[in-house]
């Protein structure tokens, strides 16, 4: 960005990250939390055609996850893709058509996000509650149903 694109956003990313005074004291001050809503405010201050965000919403309390979930719908209605990662299933409804769960390195389900997150929800209900064979048996299931997208590239393509 340019400085005088930076100079304009200032005061927004200064009201968006709320730290006070402490916005001027070195960044080696800041907790691991008030460095995570700089580093998510400043990410989402440019367009970018793509734009990762880890776990970032979840940061802070409960008015910053809201005004970081606002700032996060205006993003998405001017920007191109989002990769949202997340354990929060209720984030990624909120904020995704489509989710991936992956567990372990591969791909387990891939669809629209309430479906995954719905399968994602109780597979982590019976973990949590120590019923690992239920667990494990959703788990199977998941990866069973999933049909691996086929990619073609231009030159395997007969014209």
């Known amino acids: 960005m340019e400085q005088s694109e930076i100079d304009e956003i200032y005061p927004e990313l200064v009201e968006l990250v709320d730290l006070g005074e402490a916005i001027d004291r ?9 460095s995570a809503r700089l580093n998510f405010a400043i990410g989402t201050a440019a367009s970018p055609e793509i734009l990762i965000v880890d776990e970032a919403l979840s940061t802070g309390d409960a008015n910053f996850a809201s005004r970081a979930g606002d700032r996060m719908k205006k993003l998405l209605e001017r920007a ?11 984030s990624v409804e909120q904020t995704c058509e489509r989710a ?3 567990h372990n390195g591969a791909i387990v389900a891939d669809n629209d996000s309430e479906t995954v997150c719905e399968s994602y929800r109780t597979w982590v209900q ?22 691996p997208p086929q990619i073609v590239f231009d030159s395997e393509v007969i014209r």
């Not at 070195?26 to 008030?34: E, I, K, Q």
């Not at 191109?80 to 209720?90: I, N």
């Not at 019976?126 to 998941?142: C, P, S, Y």
């Open 126 to 147: 019976h973990r949590t509650v120590g019923d690992m064979e239920k667990a494990e048996k959703l788990l199977e299931q998941a990866r069973r149903d999933y049909i």
């Open 26 to 34: 070195p960044l080696n001050t800041y907790s691991s939390g008030m």
């Open 80 to 90: 191109g893709t989002l990769f949202f990662v997340s354990h929060a299933a209720k």
């Open 100 to 102: 991936i769960w992956m």
